[in-house]
């Protein structure tokens, strides 16, 4: 390998108490298209928000070109031929494409001679490249395929040699990511070098030459694509951890307690979240939900806990039927018995600014005990926090403390003692251990199941495959919206569950 | 790069920022007093003396501070769900009509103490309604409530102007004043010229405002609203009837000022009672950290700096009244938009301590 | 006289007369706004302004120099708006709000002090103020002038230079500004810098060619009308220039009609003309008559890293 393009050396970064990006090196080839890849969290946007200079680095170096150089900011970047297309587009709406392309690049305090300039300038990067836009289309009017190659074109007008995509493909179609691969062969053609971030194997091994794996903040593996797999990948993505051994007796099966049929839920930019789903869910079983973030599966929890309504089918819970006609709201879904536990717990879950004793009652405040004759009993909820935290073992055991104080497992431990204490007959949970320690994991996992065996109909919805695999009785994996495969759980493999979630096969 | 400073701790975030804060706008109004050519110790002496000194001093104090705990509170609830009503003059107006309105149509006929509870109803429910219809837009048509209470303001003050000048003025009278109320609309006196009943009235406000949001279900959830609104909506709280209803609360709140105003002082329906109280009441809220006991003693503060300002204009030529609007100004400022200004030095100062 | 001819004439002499101060300060209020900052302290800028305008015009027995220092006043106070809003990130409404009612003391206060006159100015002489430059009767000083240059000026700023596509883009999306390379600090405190000074004009207008003096109050919610002139215009000059010109015109009919009987309706009431530019905005905001939509970054306080 000739000079590296770029050459990251012991980068790291910390927010707060979070270790996004540790120790991490690479070298990036010139006129080559380089993958990184990893899960949502993994720190790959991090890392490259650092080499563009929007975050400043802890520690380590950034060479371009083999020499050393300081990021204070995106104008360093820019100058260095650093260009970068975010996964949220930097571009104006009200704008036309060729406002876009020139702020920032105006050349001069008049417009005019700089709007013109840039015309000239766009056409023959469409000439070479194959972008065509219309300069003077409002960027509001464009497909988001369209948008993307405004962003494209934006870099490559500010002179960059080296193009960073994070998750380029996040917001596209299948056919709109197709074409971006041809585009991104065209520029690798052109001697331009492209650094592509994503957490989807199929993109990695159709577009790149080069592939990294990054996990929890650490640069775990290199590859050259074509000599590795999606399944090895795959396995490196997730991680080898510590498996965890649940001993679970076998399921006893009862009524079905909640019925999907057909569920639909399109946004109201038309944008297909959720497209024809239908599954059933059964007291006394955990069923698991697998995929890669970002699938449908945040929606399908929203539409199954009454937040959003379906727009299309129906949902039966516990002999209430639900559609569009008739949507539910949480607190009727409470009701009916079905308790949730948000995937976010921070922005859904709790109230960072409430003591943890009213953070216990969220969603359950106008209820008795903690509601009698208008008003809340505090003695009532106190004591049912001091109940929560002595069973689910929730450190400091301090009802009068200020949620956002907990760490992030006793956090979790909180939330799904307060949603388990009622004995719900369905219970919907998000990323059960998300952000939780080890020791706090193997004891939400054994509540999860006690709760199954009392009767009660679970869905775990997680991106940790080890979990899905240790927890459910029965896998189905979600894929751009829909549910693409479903496995027993003593007979599923991580292989194949990861193939699935990365819509490289379907069972 | 600036290294990190650890942050403060709790009681100094809840106690020494504010008296901070408000130090830093005393001690600008003192600038600009002795730029005048007044000693300001000489200044803060009269002032205090003015507000505290005599026991009708006193009751002067407490009057005003009842219309600044009324203003503020109302301030205070739609904080706490997350809005921002800066509409409380145009509530306050209206409510002052919405009582007169009733004892001009009532006080002939119903005895005093059927009356009076019947004003103070009025009183809020038009303080209420004026806030409902920002409430409304925002909630359902997506206006900012911000700018549509400011624009409602206005509306209040010409709808007022109208009414008294065409329609409520007394026959015969060349003041657009409406005719005087019976004694059946009189709140009783607590002593004084001014303070009257309202300031139990004030008081036991603060009490409701205080149970309602931190002891019943209702506030819980206006908080949860306010705090974290998606958190909210998972808890089951609709958020549309949640902001009618906290602006509703707060319009009446405001509206109150009409109580204490017209049945307790003018006893007929005056123009331009309200007298940037509602303005003020984001100052009292702020300094009072949204909390009813601390809305009391903010308001206090400055009910005694109106009284004791007024006095002070009296003593000294060269210092008016509106000395006070200042003060008012530069606290909404220091403990508002520059709450986070003397959080470095401090935060400085403890670390240096500590080191 | 009394032909339609120089009613005409007279009307639209009152109009322009009364919109002059309303199409300063919007212009200042558009810059502002569309930058991302809320201003709700126009009022207070004008207000601040008119009494030094006045005061010094009285002082120094020039216009000229009230005129200076009536931007100084407003200046200074868009800057104190720009540190709470932009370098503080505070809360943008409380800081215009906190900034009016120290307009509105100070003034006084230091009125008095000054001058001993319960807080108005001597009542300015010739010299001291801008007359008018060609129509006695018209009042068409020199500031009406620079008001009506300052629409299509307004308009090249933000449509035809490097500066107002920044603005407009900061307004709408501070992050694209800020990874384009461009500080987001700085192109705000030029554009709350512009509010001020046109804010400042507009006050020295109020008191030194309007008027004869400062009096307590005197710009009397014009700052707010001309905040609503802004929205109303749907934060673009030209369309922000016909509202302060309707809203001009509203006051002006206002007055002529205070007490006249209009065949078939009866008296209309003075005080609904005067609360329809508050009345039309809110129903523009609430989407009632087509759709105000603000610049989208508006009233959020940029902050760059987590």
Not at chain 1, 75 to 87: F, S, T
Not at chain 1, 122 to 128: E, T, V
Not at chain 2, 256 to 283: C, T
Not at chain 3, 189 to 212: H, P
């Amino acid at each position: 390998m000739s000079v590296p393009a770029i050459e990251l050396d012991g980068i790291d970064k910390s927010f707060g108490s979070v270790h996004a990006v540790r120790s991490v090196s690479l070298a990036v080839e010139k006129g080559a298209i380089t993958g990184i890849i990893g899960e949502n969290g993994a720190g790959k946007s991090t890392l490259m928000s650092i080499l563009y200079g929007l975050f400043r680095a802890d520690a380590g170096e950034i060479r371009v070109d083999g020499e050393a150089v300081q990021m204070d900011g995106p104008r360093d970047a820019i100058r260095h031929g650093i260009g970068m297309v975010h996964q949220h587009f930097m571009l104006i709406d009200s704008f036309t494409v060729l406002e876009n392309l020139v702020l920032g690049a105006e050349r001069g305090p008049m417009l005019a001679p700089g709007l013109a300039a840039a015309r000239a300038e766009l056409a023959r990067l469409s000439r070479d490249y194959g972008l065509t836009v219309d300069p003077d289309a409002t960027i509001a009017d464009l497909s988001v395929g369209e948008q993307q190659k405004v962003e494209i074109l934006k870099v490559l007008f500010r002179g960059a040699r080296i193009l960073i995509l994070d998750e380029p493909s996040a917001v596209l179609t299948p056919q709109e990511t197709d074409q971006l691969f041809r585009i991104l062969a065209t520029l690798k053609e052109r001697g331009v070098t492209v650094v592509l971030i994503t957490h989807k194997l199929r993109e990695i091994m159709a577009a790149t030459d080069r592939v990294f794996v990054m996990r929890q903040g650490r640069m775990v593996a290199e590859r050259l694509t074509r000599e590795t797999n999606p399944e090895e990948l795959a396995e490196l993505m997730v991680g080898r951890k510590v498996r965890l051994h649940m001993e679970k007796a076998p399921p006893h099966k009862g009524e079905v307690r909640l019925r999907a049929e057909h569920l639909g839920l399109v946004d109201e930019r038309g944008v297909v979240l959720l497209d024809d789903i239908s599954l059933e869910l059964r007291a006394g079983e955990i069923v698991g939900i697998a995929g890669v973030s970002g699938n449908g599966q945040t929606e399908l929890l929203q539409v199954l806990a009454g937040i959003r309504p379906p727009s299309g089918g129906s949902l039966t819970v516990c002999g209430r039927r639900i559609d569009r006609q008739r949507p539910g709201d949480p607190a009727e879904m409470r009701d009916l018995g079905v308790a949730h536990v948000p995937e976010d717990r921070q922005r859904q879950g709790m109230v960072a600014a409430f003591r943890a004793s009213e953070t216990s009652i969220l969603g359950y405040h106008a209820l008795p005990p903690f509601s009698q004759h208008y008003l809340l009993n505090g003695p009532a909820v106190g004591a049912h926090c001091a109940r929560l935290m002595e069973r689910f073992d929730v450190r400091p055991r301090v009802p009068g403390l200020r949620s956002s104080s907990f760490s992030g497992g006793n956090q979790q431990k909180l939330v799904l003692a307060r949603e388990m204490a009622r004995n719900p007959k369905v219970l919907l949970v998000g990323q059960p251990t998300r952000g939780v320690d080890i020791g706090a994991i193997e004891f939400i996992h054994r509540e999860l199941v006690k709760s199954r065996d009392a009767g009660c109909a679970v869905l775990v919805v997680s991106v940790e495959l080890d979990e899905i695999l240790s927890l459910a009785d029965r896998i189905l994996v979600m894929f751009a919206g829909r549910i693409v495969g479903e496995v027993e759980g003593s007979r599923a493999d991580e292989r194949t569950l990861g193939l699935m979630m990365a819509g490289a096969k379907a069972a | 790069m600036t290294r990190a400073r650890r942050p403060l701790p709790a009681w100094a975030d809840i106690v020494l920022l504010p008296v901070v804060n408000v130090a830093l706008a005393f001690l600008i109004v003192g600038i600009i007093v002795r730029i005048i050519g007044v000693d300001p110790f000489h200044a803060l002496n009269l002032l205090i003396v003015g507000a505290i000194g005599s026991p009708e001093s006193i009751g002067y104090t407490l009057y005003y501070a009842t219309n600044f705990i009324f203003t503020g509170l109302a301030v205070a609830v739609a904080f706490h769900a997350g809005l921002f009503n800066i509409g409380g003059e145009g509530q306050a107006y209206l409510g002052g009509l919405g009582c007169g309105l009733a004892i001009l149509a009532l006080d002939r006929t119903l005895p005093i103490w059927l009356m009076i509870p019947v004003g103070v109803i009025a009183a809020a429910l038009f303080g209420a309604a004026w806030a409902a219809v920002p409430a409304w837009l925002q909630a359902w048509r997506g206006s900012h409530i911000v700018i549509t209470t400011i624009m409602f303001n206005f509306v209040a003050a010409a709808l007022m102007v109208y009414l008294m000048v065409n329609v409520l003025i007394a026959p015969g009278s060349m003041t657009p004043q409406s005719r005087g109320f019976e004694p059946s609309a009189f709140l009783p006196r607590m002593g004084g010229n001014a303070l009257n009943l309202s300031l139990l009235l004030a008081l036991a406000c603060c009490a409701a405002v205080w149970v309602f949001l931190w002891h019943t279900p209702w506030g819980y959830a206006l908080r949860t609203m306010g705090h974290n609104p998606e958190a909210a909506v998972y808890a089951g709280t609709n958020l549309r009837h949640m902001t009618m209803l906290a602006m509703c609360i707060s319009g009446g709140l405001a509206g109150f000022v009409g109580v204490n105003e017209l049945m307790g002082v003018h006893h007929r329906i005056v123009l331009d009672f309200p007298a940037g109280y509602g303005f003020a009441g984001i100052a009292v809220a702020l300094m009072g950290r949204n909390h009813p006991v601390g809305i009391v003693f903010a308001a206090l503060l400055f009910g005694a700096l109106q009284q004791g300002g007024a006095e002070l204009a009296f003593d000294i030529p060269q210092i008016t009244r509106e000395t006070v609007v200042l003060i008012q100004g530069l606290v909404i400022l220091f403990s508002g938009a520059l709450v986070q200004l003397p959080r470095p030095w401090l935060q400085a100062l403890f670390s240096f301590r500590r080191a | 006289m009394d032909d339609p001819l120089s009613l005409l004439f007279l009307v639209a002499a009152a109009t322009l007369r009364v919109a002059t101060p309303l199409i300063l300060c919007a212009m200042g209020g558009l810059f502002s706004e569309r930058s991302g900052i809320i201003d709700v302290g126009l009022e207070g800028k004008m207000l601040i302004a008119a009494f030094f305008a006045a005061a010094v015009a009285a002082t120094t027995h020039s216009a000229w120099w009230g005129v200076a220092a009536a931007i100084a006043a407003a200046e200074v106070l868009a800057l104190l708006h720009g540190l709470a809003c932009i370098t503080y990130r505070g809360n943008q409404v409380v800081s215009g709000v906190a900034l009016n009612i120290i307009a509105a003391g100070l003034t006084v206060v230091w009125g008095t002090a000054w001058f001993a006159r319960g807080g108005q100015t001597p009542a300015l002489e010739e010299g001291e103020r801008l007359l008018p430059l060609f129509f006695p009767r018209a009042g068409d000083n020199i500031l009406v002038y620079v008001a009506l240059a300052s629409v299509p000026l307004t308009w090249w700023i933000v449509a035809r230079t490097r500066f107002g596509l920044r603005l407009r883009a900061v307004g709408e999306m501070p992050l694209a500004v800020d990874s384009a390379g461009i500080s987001v600090a700085w192109l705000r405190y030029r554009a709350v810098l512009l509010c001020g000074l046109f804010s400042g004009l507009a006050g020295a207008y109020i008191a030194i060619a309007q008027n004869a003096g400062f009096s307590r109050d005197m710009t009397a919610g014009q700052g707010f009308i001309a905040l609503a002139a802004v929205i109303f215009g749907k934060w673009r000059p030209l369309p922000t220039f016909g509202a302060c010109l309707m809203f001009g015109l509203l006051d002006a009919v206002a007055i002529r009609l205070q007490g006249v009987r209009v065949p078939g309706i009866g008296e209309v009431p003075v005080q609904l003309i005067q609360s329809l530019p508050y009345l039309l905005t809110v129903f523009l905001l609430a989407g009632f008559i087509g759709r105000a939509v603000a610049p989208k970054a508006i009233g959020i306080p940029y902050q760059k890293e987590h």
